[in-house]
């Protein structure tokens, strides 16, 4: 009886000491990340968006981009597979001369393993004058364009231009990232390009800038 009690108990340890060396192994495989102010990820829409027809405080998903290797906009900064999530901050449609606006906002990021992290972020061109690659290969917003607000406005076609901070339906200022400026606007429709509704489609690329520091584990 003591004999194989003994071997039974020492068997239990073996399997607990195993359960337990496995558990650290995992946790030994988890990694702190720590992406700062500034840091830029490229998402795709999973949505489609309309100034027509969006409202304001409609969310939206948008997947992170992983499609290529040799894609310039491809970093680590999250794992393949996390998506972040956003909103409708304003929308207004196009009204005669007045060309239609589109402004998001990004409030979460959810990891392939469902973990979610609120976030704080903005809208950003992923242009090179825009942002650019540090040391590690991740995509971060140049100082010119580390805090300006942009929004989508409808010149032309599609989904239009994205341009600074709107401060009526009537006067763009400050600058954008596209084209020649907040001039961009004025001179395309006066070569004769009506104004336009903004539509972004399921699939439409952009810039998400963090405006707040995210921490997070990843295996």
């Given at each position: 009886m003591?004999t194989r ?5 020492f068997a239990l ?6 359960v ?9 495989q ?9 840091t830029?990820?490229a998402?795709h829409?999973q949505?489609?968006?309309?100034s027509n ?6 969310r939206?998903?948008a997947?992170?981009?992983d499609s ?6 491809r970093?680590d900064?999250?794992p393949a597979?996390?998506t ?5 901050r304003?929308?207004?449609a196009r ?5 239609g606006m ?6 979460r ?16 061109s992923l242009d090179n004058?825009s ?6 290969g991740?995509?971060?917003?140049n100082k ?7 929004t ?6 599609g ?10 339906r009537k006067h ?9 400026g907040?001039?961009?606007?004025f001179?395309?429709?006066?070569k ?5 509704d903004v539509?972004l489609?399921a ?6 800038r963090?405006?707040s ?5 990843r295996?």
């Amino acid at each position: 009886m003591f004999t194989r009690f003994t071997k039974y108990s020492f068997a239990l340890a073996g399997v607990a000491a195993l359960v337990a060396f496995s558990g650290a192994g995992a946790q030994a495989q988890s990694k702190s990340v720590s992406l700062t102010r500034g840091t830029v990820i490229a998402v795709h829409l999973q949505d489609s968006l309309s100034s027509n027809e969006s409202q304001k405080g409609d969310r939206f998903v948008a997947t992170v981009d992983d499609s290529s290797s040799k894609s310039d906009w491809r970093s680590d900064a999250l794992p393949a597979g996390s998506t972040i999530k956003g909103y409708v901050r304003s929308v207004s449609a196009r009204e005669g001369k007045h060309p239609g606006m589109l402004d998001l906002a990004f409030d979460r990021v959810v990891l392939p393993d469902g973990h979610g992290y609120s976030i704080q972020g903005s809208l950003i061109s992923l242009d090179n004058k825009s942002v650019t690659k540090d040391k590690n290969g991740r995509l971060i917003a140049n100082k010119a364009h580390s805090n300006n607000r942009l929004t989508y406005v409808g010149i032309g076609a599609g989904a239009g231009a994205l341009i600074g901070l709107v401060t009526s339906r009537k006067h763009v200022v400050e600058d954008s990232l596209l084209g020649a400026g907040a001039g961009l606007l004025f001179g395309a429709l006066e070569k004769g390009k009506s104004p336009s509704d903004v539509k972004l489609k399921a699939g439409t690329q952009m810039g998400v800038r963090l405006d707040s520091r995210l921490a997070y584990s990843r295996k």
